[in-house]
């Protein structure tokens, strides 16, 4: 059934159930210089390119400020703040259009990590809420790639950065997910590759976590320990599930 107990799942998207190298250098570091070159293509414009090296530099000092102090802009009013820094005269309209035709270009470059389709798909038919909570600047993206990864449908909400204003470096963005969810931190699981964002972070919220390791070696925290350590994705239903039911309190535990 779908009284999950206050349970459910959440996701860490980029490299976790996605990855996408392009979407990911413009979420890190080329969106500035990338939408530049667009705006002056479609106008006829001429950009030296120093212009554009120092964008790329004020957007990057711009993202390095916002995981430190942890509240997040979007996509848009970051390229906002960096052109009035510059003096730049760019539309609301134009940032809007250019940042949309940008991240759909890098969606054709969109591929599932091996097992997350199948892992999500059984996640979902046992009756869990799952949910997504990525720092992403732009948050249809995220939208565009399950829809294309047919699985949709599977996830109660997605959460970005973006769309809660909060950087992963925050557990608030947790608390965020399992209010959205219906759900209880303490019996919830986040599943997600970065030991730093995803077994830190929710762990900080509270929640159990399961740490999508990869090749990486040692844990950055020792005083932090997963739940589950997993190396790939492929046929993890049933130990993350696991996991999620032992956070059940034990009376809640239905006996056979």
């Known amino acids: 059934g779908s009284i999950m107990n206050g349970q459910a799942?959440?996701?860490?998207?980029?490299?976790?159930?996605?990855t996408c190298p392009e979407w990911f250098e413009l979420e890190v570091r080329h969106l500035p210089s990338a939408f530049l070159r667009w705006w002056s293509v479609r106008d006829g414009r001429q950009l030296a390119p120093a212009l554009l090296d120092e964008a790329d530099a004020r957007y990057r000092q711009l993202r390095h400020e916002i995981i430190e102090h942890g509240n997040e802009l979007t996509a848009e009013a970051c390229?906002?703040?960096?052109?009035?820094?510059?003096?730049?005269?760019?539309?609301?309209?134009?940032?809007?259009?250019?940042?949309?035709?940008?991240?759909?270009?890098?969606?054709?470059?969109?591929?599932?990590?091996?097992?997350?389709?199948?892992?999500?798909?059984?996640?979902?038919?046992?009756?869990?809420?799952?949910?997504?909570v990525s720092s992403a600047v732009y948050h249809p993206f995220l939208d565009w790639t399950l829809e294309a990864f047919g699985i949709q449908d599977a996830f109660s909400v997605v959460i970005t950065s973006a769309s809660a204003g909060?950087?992963?470096?925050?557990?608030?963005?947790?608390?965020?997910?399992?209010?959205?969810?219906?759900?209880?931190?303490?019996?919830?699981?986040?599943?997600?590759?970065?030991?730093?964002?995803?077994?830190?972070g929710?762990?900080?919220?509270?929640?159990?976590?399961?740490?999508?390791?990869?090749?990486?070696?040692?844990?950055?925290?020792?005083?932090?320990?997963?739940?589950?350590?997993?190396?790939?994705?492929?046929?993890?239903?049933?130990?993350?599930?696991?996991?999620?039911?032992s956070r059940l309190p034990d009376e809640d535990v239905v006996r056979v």
């Open 9 to 18: 799942i959440t996701f860490d998207f980029h490299n976790t159930l996605a």
């Open 79 to 132: 390229l906002e703040h960096v052109f009035a820094a510059m003096r730049l005269h760019v539309s609301a309209d134009d940032v809007r259009s250019g940042v949309a035709d940008l991240m759909r270009g890098a969606l054709a470059g969109a591929t599932p990590i091996p097992g997350a389709v199948a892992t999500v798909r059984e996640i979902h038919r046992a009756g869990v809420p799952i949910g997504i």
């Open 166 to 200: 909060f950087y992963k470096s925050r557990a608030e963005l947790y608390v965020h997910a399992a209010e959205l969810l219906g759900a209880t931190p303490e019996r919830m699981v986040h599943v997600g590759d970065s030991f730093r964002f995803d077994v830190a």
């Open 202 to 245: 929710a762990s900080r919220a509270g929640m159990g976590t399961v740490w999508l390791r990869g090749d990486q070696s040692q844990p950055e925290d020792p005083s932090i320990q997963p739940d589950l350590i997993l190396t790939t994705l492929v046929a993890a239903a049933p130990e993350i599930l696991m996991v999620l039911r």
